[in-house]
Every structure is written in C-alpha cells, then in structure tokens.
C-alpha cells in the first residue's frame, strides 16, 4: 500500500514538473515562480498523514492526471448571461483560471482603482509584488498554494488606492470551459486594498463544459488601515467529479476589517482554506460559511485565524447539512498570540446530518499565549 502512494505521488509530482519546465521564459513572474517552485518541492505533496489534510481523498486526488489549462474565449454573450444583479459594470472574467480583460467590464468602477493582468502589474508595480511575494511565499506551508503561485498563469492585480468606496459591488466571474480533459486550473487574485477604503466582491464558478477538472485557486488580500471588505464565495451545482481548493490568504491593518461568506453543495472535494492575520489594533475578521451536501458530494472548511495585536476581534460560524452518503469536515484554530491582549474571539461548526451514511468531522482549536482574553469554540451535531 505504501508503494502504492509512493507510485502515485512520484507519478503527479513528474506530471507536474512537466508542467513547471514547459513555462514561459518570457514571463515576467517566472522568478517569483521560481521561488515558489523552491518553497513546494521543500513541503511536498501532502498524504492524509498531514493534520491539514486529514479529512481530504488525497489519494484519489493524486491518482488523477491534469492536463495544463487550454486558452478559450466564450462569447460576450455568455458572460452576460452569467452577470449577477447589479454587477453589469464591475465584473472581473477568468475563463479556464486565467484572468479575461477582453471579457471583463469595469465602467461601473471609480476612475482610479487598478484593474489589470499580473503579467502587467509586475511591469508597474514590480517592486511592491516582489516584497509582498516574497514573504508570503517564504511563510506559506500549504503545498498547493504554493503550486498556485508557481505555475499560475495570468492572473488579477486589483488595486483599491486610499479613500475609495466602491459601491458598485464587483462579481469575479470563473468561468470553466474543459471539455473532454481533465484540467488543472489556476485562477490567482491578488488584491491591495489602501487606507480608509470599502469593497465588495463576489465570486461564482460557472461550469460550461468538462468534467474531472481541479481548480486549485488562491486570493492573497491586504487592507490597510480604516478598510473594510466583503468576500462572498459561491461554488453550487460544479460536476460530482471535480476538484476545487479555494485558498485565502489575508491581512488586516489597524481599524479594518474582512469578512467572507462561503456557500456550496459540494463536489467530489470542495475544501476551503483561510489564513488571516489580525495585524492591527482593533481589526476584526469573520468568516461564514455553509454547506448543503447530497450523493456523494464533499466539503471542506481548514481555518486559522492568528491574532497578532490587542483588541481586535474574530468570528467564525460554518454550518453544514448532509444528506446521503455526503461527508464534510471542520478545522478550525484561533491563535492568540502575547501581544494580542484584549482579543475577543468565537467559532462554532454546526451540523446536521439528515441519513445515517453522512459523515461530518468537526476540529476546533484554541492556542492562546495572551492571559487577557476572550475566547471560546464548540462543535453541534444533529
């Protein structure tokens, strides 16, 4: 059995350096890349051995083969029938996990917010990327996000510059179009949100052709003091054989805050994963999300939540209803580290299993170094 697993890791992991080798030389994210190519092969591919993991079929996961993704361009009309309700002018297109200028609209935006290809952004804003990189790629221990950054293609610079309310909200719009193979898609969102600045975001996952496919995806935000976002992610009716890893990486400064919603049915695996920084005085992050799974269909929530200054505040809530043979899972930590004195921090995970061949697991997690603190965590099941 060990060689068995053995076999299928050496197997993805060749047909993943088939992928990295055949990169494109001219691109201007290649040493970043690099870096990152670096910081994957020192974790590796994680076995169900990794805690993170635990609850994740990555064995089945890993007996798959991917193909790189194909360039495609739906037609306009096909964006539009997928536009949500007052986001006609402020919706950010990705199809096949790269980012679409030529499909995206941007008129509802303010004049002075940056909307633009990674590719691009590097060219202007090098020097600011290559220092926010490189310490998120030193820092970062989740093998797959780690392969996002490396083999990536064109993904979304989005830059909120100070004192900007958009009020328009801004649906990023995925649209997948396999059809026969099974693709492995890298959508990258990387977000920069300054000083005394709200937003709203809304991401959908449309699957237009194919089956079998893995979208391994990561948004990286920061937001800088007296700023506020809302990050609503909704992934329902993706095929029964697909794979999706939504990654959040984020920080908030002093007085800000973030907030996510996260809303599916499920998949032959959905995991969603956070890591937020509370890096301010009196910033605050809370995370929402539910789940509605029947058949065979899987979700996934891994949080943590690490509290690094004193009075901020954090709330984590995920409910989960499981129907058939579904299964879910939660693991969540709250870190509270000395200096964060004064924090005011809460998680609970609810489930409710409705067949006696629904499984749902449940982890939560306090570590605290502070003495001046309020916390506390639960698990429900019904």
Not at 60 to 84: G, W
Not at 199 to 219: C, E, K, R, W
Not at 258 to 282: C, F, H, P
Request: charged letters at 20%; proline letters at 4%.
């Amino acid at each position: 059995m060990m060689a068995q697993q053995q076999s299928e890791h050496e197997v993805f992991q060749q047909m993943l350096d088939g992928l990295y080798r055949n990169a494109k030389e001219s691109d201007p994210l290649q040493k970043v890349k690099d870096k990152a190519w670096e910081r994957f092969l020192v974790l590796g591919l994680p076995t169900r051995a990794n805690e993170v993991y635990k609850y994740i079929k990555v064995k089945t996961l890993l007996s798959n083969t991917f193909v790189a993704a194909t360039s495609t361009l739906p037609s306009a009309d096909v964006v539009q029938s997928h536009l949500l309700p007052g986001c006609e002018g402020a919706c950010l297109v990705f199809v096949n996990g790269e980012f679409s200028p030529t499909l995206s609209t941007t008129t509802a935006l303010p004049s002075n917010v940056v909307v633009m290809p990674l590719s691009r952004a590097m060219r202007t804003y090098g020097t600011f990327l290559n220092n926010q990189w490189t310490k998120t790629i030193s820092e970062e221990k989740d093998a797959f996000v780690s392969l996002n950054y490396a083999l990536a293609g064109d993904g979304l610079f989005l830059y909120v510059p100070p004192k900007t309310v958009i009020d328009t909200p801004i649906q990023i719009l995925h649209l997948i179009d396999a059809k026969e193979e099974k693709m492995l898609l890298l959508p990258r969102i990387q977000l920069f949100v300054g000083a005394q600045s709200q937003m709203d975001l809304y991401q959908t996952h449309i699957p237009l052709s194919g089956s079998g496919y893995f979208v391994n995806q990561t948004a990286d935000f920061a937001v800088e003091d007296n700023s506020h976002v809302r990050y609503t992610q909704v992934a329902m009716d993706l095929p029964k054989d697909a794979w999706l890893f939504d990654a959040v990486r984020g920080s908030c400064k002093g007085n800000s805050t973030i907030k996510t919603i996260s809303v599916t049915d499920g998949a032959l695996t959905v995991r969603n994963d956070y890591q937020l920084a509370l890096l301010g005085e009196n910033s605050e992050v809370e995370l929402d999300g539910v789940w509605m799974l029947s058949e065979a269909r899987e979700a996934h929530a891994h949080v943590l939540v690490d509290h690094q200054a004193p009075h901020c505040r954090s709330r984590q809530l995920f409910k989960g209803v499981l129907r058939d043979s579904s299964r879910s899972s939660f693991e969540g930590k709250i870190l509270v580290r000395q200096a964060a004195q004064k924090t005011d921090a809460f998680q609970l995970n609810n489930n409710l299993l409705m067949s006696p061949t629904a499984h749902a697991d449940s982890k939560p997690n306090l570590e605290i170094f502070a003495d001046d603190v309020k916390a506390s965590h639960g698990a429900t099941f019904g």
